[in-house]
């Protein structure tokens, strides 16, 4: 005999015992077989073969202009480097308060 619960020993009333249907097994289904994919034949093309030609002169700057531009964009780059500094100068003194205060407020 096995373990038996406590529910086991308490009377209840008699509940009638349901019936079971007897139904037909499930029939399986099957997924459709994926289409077989078709072979792609490759298309071989010949590469042409090109010798390399010396460009045109013509569209060459001189060596003065190629120095004029130089020049025009390092200035431009040194502006740019200058007002970069300059805004860096106003957060730092924006924030220089702010960063005192919470020094004295930690040091408390």
Same mark, same amino acid.
């Given at each position: @005999?096995? !373990? /038996?619960?406590?529910?086991?020993? @308490?009377?209840?009333? =008699?509940?009638?015992?349901? =019936? !079971?249907?007897?139904?037909?097994?499930?029939? %399986?289904?099957?997924?459709?077989?994926?289409?077989?994919?078709?072979?792609?034949?490759?298309?071989?093309?010949? !590469?042409? +073969?090109?010798? &390399?030609? %010396?460009? +045109?002169?013509? /569209? &060459?700057?001189?060596?003065?202009?190629? +120095?004029?531009?130089?020049?025009?964009?390092?200035?431009? *780059?040194?502006?740019?480097?200058?007002?970069?500094?300059?805004?860096?100068?106003?957060?730092?003194?924006?924030?220089?308060?702010? *960063? =005192?205060? &919470?020094?004295? @407020?930690?040091?408390?």
């Amino acid at each position: @005999m096995g !373990v /038996r619960n406590q529910s086991e020993f @308490m009377p209840t009333a =008699t509940t009638p015992t349901p =019936t !079971v249907k007897a139904t037909a097994p499930k029939k %399986r289904v099957r997924k459709a077989a994926a289409p077989k994919a078709k072979k792609s034949v490759a298309k071989i093309t010949k !590469v042409k +073969s090109t010798d &390399l030609k %010396r460009p +045109s002169t013509s /569209r &060459l700057i001189t060596f003065e202009r190629y +120095s004029k531009d130089l020049q025009t964009r390092w200035a431009i *780059h040194q502006f740019e480097i200058q007002e970069l500094v300059k805004d860096f100068t106003k957060a730092f003194n924006f924030v220089k308060p702010y *960063h =005192t205060e &919470l020094v004295k @407020m930690i040091q408390k």
